[in-house]
């Protein structure tokens, strides 16, 4: 059995899905929706709000990532999910610049960061501190902050008055998906997928060598899953790479390998 680094590529986010880009502008204005604490400082002006909703963008946004030295992974979500924790929010620092979806950051819109949450979750945000609460887009990764699991634009920060303090116990509900919110009942019911994961078991020179792999996983598993011989290059020689798929979730696959003892195997994310 030869196993390969093949899945380094294919999980790392490139830089230009986590990290801030400078926007650019002609235009500035003064804000009159901050703190209070400067009034008349400016700050670059952004366009009218554009939605990024292909499926190229949620492919990028979706696979797992690596911050500071720790792997987030965006999971399976859906309609109704509930999280407890810290929010906070973030705001002049970050006006006007590229959002990790490849929008522009707009400190006046009602958006919001999640480190897993799919780009466009529509969510509920319940102020438990006040009763307040608000309801957000998500288009940007964040916050790597242990505890915290939201970061809110300003103006949703103002809508349940935490800007003076800085962050607040707060309850996100899910509501919808593709910055809708769920109405109907099939939309109520919809579960947003995060790609698609895959569990290698072997990887061989000789095709004859994956299919004898393949007939075995397919003889163990009894179609709870599905087993794929995907050929490809490594080392400029041809390998047959056989690979479980039909996992939902990153924590799924991971299950997949430790209840059958496949401490070798590698996750795959596209």
């Known amino acids: 059995m030869l196993l390969d680094k093949y899945k380094l590529p294919l999980t790392i986010v490139s830089l230009?899905?986590?990290i801030f880009f400078s926007g650019c502008s002609e235009k500035s204005r003064t804000i009159s929706y901050y703190t209070g604490n400067n009034s008349s400082k400016t700050y670059k002006d952004i366009p009218k709000e554009k939605i990024r909703n292909s499926k190229a963008m949620h492919r990028a946004t979706m696979r797992p990532y690596q911050i500071a030295g720790k792997w987030y992974y965006p999971t399976l979500a859906k309609v109704g999910d509930v999280q407890?924790?810290?929010?906070?929010?973030?705001g002049p620092n970050f006006h006007a610049k590229k959002t990790s979806n490849g929008?522009?950051?707009?400190?006046?819109?009602?958006?919001?960061?999640?480190?897993t949450l799919p780009m466009n979750t529509?969510?509920?945000?319940?102020n438990l501190d006040n009763g307040k609460s608000t309801i957000v887009r998500i288009n940007d990764r964040g916050p790597f902050v242990s505890g915290r699991i939201i970061d809110l634009s300003n103006k949703a920060a103002h809508e349940v008055d935490m800007v003076g303090k800085g962050t607040a116990n707060v309850k996100v509900t899910v509501l919808g998906f593709h910055a809708k919110?769920?109405?109907t009942k099939q939309e109520k019911a919809e579960t947003a997928t995060v790609g698609k994961y895959y569990v290698q078991v072997g990887a061989f020179r000789r095709l004859e060598g994956a299919e004898i792999t393949k007939r075995k996983f397919e003889m163990i598993l009894e179609d709870r899953y599905n087993v794929v011989i995907k050929e490809g290059v490594y080392l400029e020689q041809p390998i047959n790479r056989v690979w479980v798929s039909g996992f939902r979730s990153e924590e799924e696959a991971r299950d997949f390998k430790k209840n059958n003892d496949l401490n070798s195997a590698m996750i795959i994310a596209e």
């Open 181 to 183: 919110i769920a109405k």
């Open 103 to 115: 929008e522009v950051y707009n400190m006046y819109a009602m958006t919001a960061a999640h480190k």
């Open 84 to 90: 407890r924790g810290i929010a906070s929010w973030y």
């Open 16 to 18: 230009s899905s986590i």
């Open 122 to 126: 529509m969510v509920k945000v319940d």
